[in-house]
């Protein structure tokens, strides 16, 4: 049985394949078959260049009085085909079809140029963009590199007279250039806790030395170190926290170039301050310091930077001071925007759900990175007023859309902003955004708060 089933398989196959053969000299018969089945054509098979040259003719594309073009001579090489799409609208049909009638033929090359006409508009002003995005971004960097000569040469070395005055202000307003932005920034922090390279090094061996003695992290030892007095065995919360850093960069994760430094300055800070130990929001501040700063230096300022009041009392989870604090910055908040504030209210939006983010990171999670550090840059100089100020800023932004939204929706906007918030634009809205209140400056009326709180008086209540 199986010698025959053999021969009919190769009859069968042979069949095939001359069939196929057949088919495919079937198909080099000229003509178009686009507008239906032609029949073959009787009598020998012309060549394609043959038919090709007698289309040339009747059309009057070539001759003696019309010599081709290089565009046309390329075209011979290609055994009759069209040069796109658009020779079925542009070029007469083959001599075996009927003709287009005169009005068809006109419609489709008006119809043609039209299409052209757009194409090369979008063209234009797709390259008039590309070159305005080419010039802006020259004009940056020529504005970056004279501001950093600027700061370089003369502000930094005479830092103590020139720091406060209304030029160095309106630079540092613009954005500190990238070059000398960490040295501004440890320069306007201060480092008021005298810490050194040495104590740096010295909190780090213990750390290492904490390390080396906890077990792996788990489920139930995060359970047991969120109630533990001592904050150092925080430690190990570091390693499942650091792989949420900045993820989008892949720089701070395992097996990235600052994985190690990132878990040195964390892990030295839990043995620095164990009565704060590490908190969630720490990594995003740590990792920014670490992109701007060399390793010592950025755990001076990040040491610094928590140790300010506000950090100090969202890290350490204050309760009754986040709730003088969210207090203040509603008091602000009416004052600038008393239509969004009524809208907040009506849908019980309460000032907690979005800010605890924004100043547990200092907005370098919530905010594009670049953006984040030009937020910084005035955050450093003006201190802890400048974050509520920038949340004013955002919400005046983006009033006109959050009074469309419910409670739900709003919820979700503000803490998830936009990937892409305009640099200028945010930073426009905060410089609109008034810090007084009945004649007084956010610091006097924190400290109002502050006492009204000690005397047991609702602070979140006016």
């Known amino acids: 049985m199986a010698a025959p089933s053999l021969v009919l ?16 000299v079937e198909q080099r018969d000229p003509g178009w078959k686009l507008f239906g089945k032609v029949p073959p054509r009787e009598g020998p098979v012309k060549d394609p260049k043959r038919i090709q040259k007698e289309y040339e003719t009747k059309s009057g594309r070539a001759g003696p009085g019309n010599p081709t073009s290089p565009r046309q001579s390329v075209r011979k ?22 003709a287009k009638p005169a009005e068809e033929a006109q419609k489709h090359r008006q119809q043609y140029e039209e299409m052209v006409a757009q194409a090369k508009k979008r063209e234009l002003k797709d390259a008039q963009k590309k070159k305005k995005q080419l010039e802006d971004r020259c004009k940056l960097e020529d504005s970056i590199g004279s501001a950093a000569q600027t700061w370089n040469q003369e502000i930094l070395p005479n830092w103590s007279t020139m720091c406060t005055s209304r030029r160095v202000r309106d630079l540092w307003w613009q954005g500190i250039p990238p070059s000398v932005r960490g040295k501004v ?37 995060e359970t047991e170190d969120a109630g533990s007095s001592d904050r150092e065995s925080s430690l190990e919360l570091i390693k499942l926290d650091i792989s949420r850093t900045f993820p989008q960069l892949c720089i701070f994760q395992q097996g990235g170039p600052y994985h190690d430094v990132l878990h040195s300055i964390l892990g030295a800070y839990t043995c620095y301050r ?67 504030f009524a809208h907040f209210k009506k849908n019980n939006l309460t000032p907690d759900i979005y800010l605890i983010d924004w100043i ?20 450093c100089r003006d201190g802890e007023e400048f974050l509520f100020r920038t949340a004013l800023g955002l919400l005046r932004l983006y009033q006109d859309v959050l009074t469309c939204m419910d409670f739900i929706h709003m919820a979700q906007f503000l ?37 009204d709180q000690e005397r047991g008086s609702p602070v979140l209540k006016r």
């Not at 009859?11 to 088919?23: Q, T």
């Not at 213990?206 to 139930?220: D, I, L, V």
Request: proline share 6%.
């Open 274 to 340: 164990p009565d704060v130990g590490y908190v969630q929001g720490m990594s995003f501040i740590a990792a920014v310091l670490i992109l701007n700063l060399d390793t010592a230096d950025a755990f001076i300022a990040f040491a610094n930077l928590l140790n300010k009041p506000c950090q100090m009392a969202f890290f350490r989870v204050d309760h009754s001071l986040m709730l003088t604090y969210f207090a203040a910055f509603e008091v602000f908040f009416e004052e600038n925007l008393p239509k969004l």
């Open 360 to 379: 547990f990171t200092l907005y370098s999670k919530s905010l594009p990175l670049d953006l984040a550090c030009r937020v910084w840059d005035v955050f």
């Open 185 to 221: 920034w440890s320069l306007a922090v201060g480092n008021d806790l005298n810490i050194t390279h040495e104590l740096y090094s010295i909190c780090l061996a213990r750390a290492k030395e904490k390390w080396k003695t906890t077990p792996a992290p788990s489920s139930e030892t």
């Open 77 to 98: 090489n290609l055994d009759f085909e069209p040069l796109s799409t658009t020779a079925l609208i542009l070029e007469d049909r083959p001599a075996n079809l009927p």
């Open 415 to 451: 803490t998830r902003l936009p990937d892409l918030i305009p640099a200028e634009q945010l930073f426009q809205h905060i410089a609109a955004v008034h810090m007084t209140s009945r004649n007084r400056k956010w610091g006097q009326v924190l400290q109002a708060l502050q006492k």
């Open 9 to 24: 398989y190769i009859d069968r196959s042979l069949f095939a394949r001359r069939v196929k053969d057949n088919r495919s």
